[in-house]
């Protein structure tokens, strides 16, 4: 029986503990089937696809004096044994994850914030999902589907209960990935050859031509793609020669990538938010800490220090909690 983690309280999720985090970015974990592949075990069997590392999701409140967030008390944790990642947060109050059954595949699961219980959305034992997401329309759901004995896939589009899967594009393989708003550009974040050995690049597919368009945008692009609010465009991150990242903002529609600031020492997972104000909230962590950009630096907004191996970060859609992905 899988087993779900979960702090949800009485009045909705109420505190708990105190806040924890990080460690540096060459401990972070990485998924099989992505950017990111770990090797498999010498004793593994030939066929098995390597294990990802053990990960859980931990949930925090997230509060705010004007723009300004800073990290409240510990509400939730999501995981069973293994690896449970790529948060996504939805509108009617859950969050989608990708988790790792025994033979090391990977499904999406939906958790709800309000009872704490978690439901597979797909079952595929020889295939595995990655980064779900909801998309702005063409289905309910959108993920990265690896097909039996690949390596990753495409963007795919499905419709309630996994109904009618199907590939967004025909670019492949590809890692990660984020629609515009009216769904005609996906963002991707290209493989290079079909064993996933690069050269890793960014990739902006135009879906309105036949055949589809694809424009290479970056070399070295980062795994975090967040869309900005009004769908035109996707933040996302690029890496020097050093392996720093800078966080760059795509415009779909004019195809131009302008590099904005740049991202902590050694890290390339942050997430963005659109506030009320009708700015926008970048979130990452270092050092153990949780972190904002105010506009000209990284401030910090709360201690994570408990936690070990910080990677993803998500932000729920009434900004009042911030999920952390780190070692279960």
């Known amino acids: 029986m899988r087993i779900t983690l979960s702090l949800v309280l009485a009045a909705g999720l109420a505190a ?15 998924e099989a089937a992505e950017a990111e592949t770990e090797a498999p075990a010498e004793d593994a069997a030939e066929d098995a696809p390597p294990a990802p590392p053990g990960t859980d999701i931990y949930l925090y409140a997230l509060n705010w004096d004007g723009n300004t967030p800073s990290l409240g008390d510990a509400v939730g944790r999501i995981g069973s044994e293994g690896y449970d990642n790529q948060p996504f947060f939805t509108n009617d109050g859950g969050v ?3 988790s790792a059954g025994e033979n090391g595949n990977t499904d999406i699961w939906r958790h709800d914030l309000a009872s704490g219980d978690s439901t597979q959305l797909t079952d595929t034992p020889d295939a595995s999902e990655y980064s779900p997401k909801i998309p702005p329309a063409e289905g309910a759901l959108s993920y990265l589907y690896q097909p039996p004995g690949g390596y990753a896939g495409n963007a795919y589009l499905a419709d309630d209960g996994n109904a009618d899967p199907r590939a967004a594009h ?10 515009s708003a009216d769904m005609r550009y996906v963002a991707t974040f290209y493989l290079g050859d079909p064993d996933g050995d ?12 036949t055949p589809e368009t694809v424009t290479q945008m970056a070399e070295n692009p980062g795994r975090t793609f967040w869309r900005n609010p009004r769908g035109t465009g996707v933040y996302h991150s690029v890496a020097d020669a050093d392996g720093n990242h800078t966080v760059h903002y795509l415009d779909f529609r004019a195809a131009e990538d302008t590099p904005l600031f740049a991202m902590p020492d050694g890290v390339q997972d942050f997430v963005s938010a659109g506030l009320p104000t009708d700015g926008v909230a970048f979130l990452s962590t270092s050092g153990g800490q949780l972190v904002h950009w105010d ?3 990284w401030i910090e907004a709360g201690d994570l220090s408990a936690l070990t191996s ?3 970060l ?5 900004l009042s909690i911030v999920a952390i992905v780190a070692e279960e």
């Open 314 to 318: 998500a932000i729920s859609p009434d």
């Open 16 to 30: 708990c503990s105190a806040p924890d985090t990080e460690t540096p970015e060459e401990d972070t974990p990485v």
């Open 170 to 179: 025909a670019l492949a393989p590809v890692g990660y990935y984020e629609f």
């Open 295 to 297: 506009g000209d630096n």
């Open 96 to 98: 989608l994850y990708t």
């Open 198 to 209: 690069g050269p890793f690049t960014l990739q902006l597919i135009d879906r309105s031509t």
């Open 310 to 312: 910080i990677t993803r």
